[in-house]
């Protein structure tokens, strides 16, 4: 199975800052890489896909990059409603695995 | 308004069996892959099963072999029959549709989640 690892587990941020969660796979999964956004209590919501492609309706702050192996979701100028659980996914091949999360916390 | 609305979730003892449902809306239901992504209390997603449209299934391997994953199209509904319950598949189950662009598969709508509680 691909193992997804996501850096930093949580972070501290203010509102205005820019913040980058890096997701590194365990083997090549080509540009196979989404983004989700989780809130407390909520069910999680579709950000990116391919990398880099942002779902209609997200804010353009959101960016993502990366090919191969490693990956980074980009948020330039945080937002008091970005302040949440930030996961990667591979859909490269099943089973389709996560990485563990990223808190994006207030400073 | 494409939905997705689960149900089916309980209390159930360690090698009990239950059966989640999901009700699709707002959307072509059979031209959709749908899947199911758990979440324990306080931890993170974790795939679970897939079904495209062929009827191909997918599993975790901590599934494999106990849950079974299936789709009927006439009623807009996808299941997991989830047999041999254990403690570790305690979590909030998410129904997902996935879409494809090109060669890439996403999770882009969820569900609100029900919720499985194996314990004695």
Redesign the interface.
């Known amino acids: ?1 691909i193992q997804m690892t996501q850096s930093p587990s949580s972070l501290s941020a203010s509102v205005g800052d820019r913040v980058t969660i890096t997701c590194r796979a365990s083997q090549s999964i080509e ?2 890489l ?1 983004w ?1 956004q ?1 809130k407390p209590g909520k ?4 950000l990116i ?2 990398a880099s ?1 942002l ?1 209609n309706g997200v804010p353009s702050r959101f960016s993502g990059s990366g090919s191969e192996t490693s990956f980074t979701l980009s948020i330039s100028s945080l937002q008091p409603e970005d302040f949440a659980t930030y ?1 990667c ?1 591979q ?1 490269y091949t ?8 990223t808190k994006v916390a207030i400073e | 308004e494409v939905q997705l609305v689960e149900s089916g979730g309980g209390l159930v003892q360690p090698g009990g069996s239950l059966r989640l449902s999901c009700a699709a809306s707002g959307f072509t239901f059979r031209y959709s892959d749908m ?1 199911w ?1 758990r979440q324990p209390a306080g931890e ?4 679970v099963s ?1 079904v495209d449209t062929t009827g191909e299934t ?4 901590s599934v494999q072999g106990r849950f079974t994953i299936s789709r009927e199209n006439d009623k807009n509904s996808l299941y997991l029959q989830m047999n041999s319950l254990r403690a570790e598949d305690t979590a909030v189950y ?1 129904c997902v549709r996935v879409y494809r ?13 029900t919720t499985v509680i194996v314990s004695s």
């Open positions: 199975d540009g196979s989404n989700y989780q069910a999680p919501k579709f896909f391919a492609s779902q996961y996914q859909s099943f089973p389709w695995t996560f990485g563990q999360g | 899947h992504v993170g997603l974790e795939w897939g997918y599993y975790a391997d998410y662009s090109y060669v890439y598969y996403y999770m882009d709508v969820w569900g609100i989640g």
